[in-house]
Structure formats: structure tokens, C-alpha cells
Nanobody, 122 residues
């Protein structure tokens, strides 16, 4: 079992930056793929960024070059640095964990945080 708690959301103007954090607790000694998803009202949930247990990263095309996923294993914390934010980045952002060495973006993520809201105004 893994518990995830996000923080760092807020309201910013277009072009601004935010850094989201996700603190993991529980069975953190196992290998996990960690990911950030987002969901805007009326839109399907979207995988934004993924990092596997070896540190390899994958990004959605819409955020590549603007967002950076990273993790501090000593602090059991996952980050999402978001730069050059756009109004279309407005959504609830969720941290998620998938057991295993590698990420399977279309697979099941059994563990989810409660979400943190990001609002970008034009």
C-alpha cells in the first residue's frame, strides 16, 4: 500500500510557473512507476508525465519542453515543475503510482492522491 499526498497547486497567469509535490508513504521500498495525471472538467483524464524506477521519463506531447518530472528518493517525494503555463493546462492534477520497474502508461495505477488544482488565467 502507498499513500500519496499532493501539494503546490494554485492560480497563476499564463507564462507563469508552479511546482507540484507529491509525498509518498507506506511501501515506498518497492519499485514503482510514478506519474502525474490531470483532468479538466468535461475532459478525459490525461497522463502528463511518467518516471520509472530507473529515472527514465516520458511526457505528453502537450507539455514536453515545459514540464519536468523528478523525484527525490531520500524524501519519498515526486515533483512536477511546470513552466510557461497556458490556460489549457488548467486542471486537477493527480499523483499516481504503479508497482513495477517500468511505466505502462495505459496500465492500471492502483494508488492515487487526492489531487491539487492548477488554474492558469490568460
Amino acid at each position: 500500500q502507498v499513500q500519496l499526498v499532493e501539494s503546490g497547486g494554485g492560480s497563476v497567469q499564463a507564462g507563469g510557473s508552479l511546482r507540484l509535490s507529491c509525498v509518498a508513504s507506506g511501501s515506498t521500498y518497492d519499485r514503482y512507476c510514478m506519474a502525474w495525471f490531470r483532468q479538466a472538467p468535461g475532459r478525459p483524464r490525461q497522463g502528463v508525465a511518467f518516471i520509472d524506477s530507473n529515472g527514465s521519463t516520458t511526457y505528453a506531447g502537450s507539455v514536453k519542453g515545459r514540464f519536468t518530472i523528478s523525484q527525490d528518493n531520500a524524501k519519498n517525494t515526486l515533483y512536477l515543475q511546470m513552466n510557461s503555463l497556458k490556460p489549457e493546462d488548467t486542471a486537477m492534477y493527480y499523483c499516481a503510482a504503479q508497482p513495477g520497474t517500468y511505466c505502462y502508461a495505459q496500465g492500471t495505477f492502483p494508488y492515487w492522491g487526492q489531487g491539487t488544482q492548477v488554474t492558469v488565467s490568460s
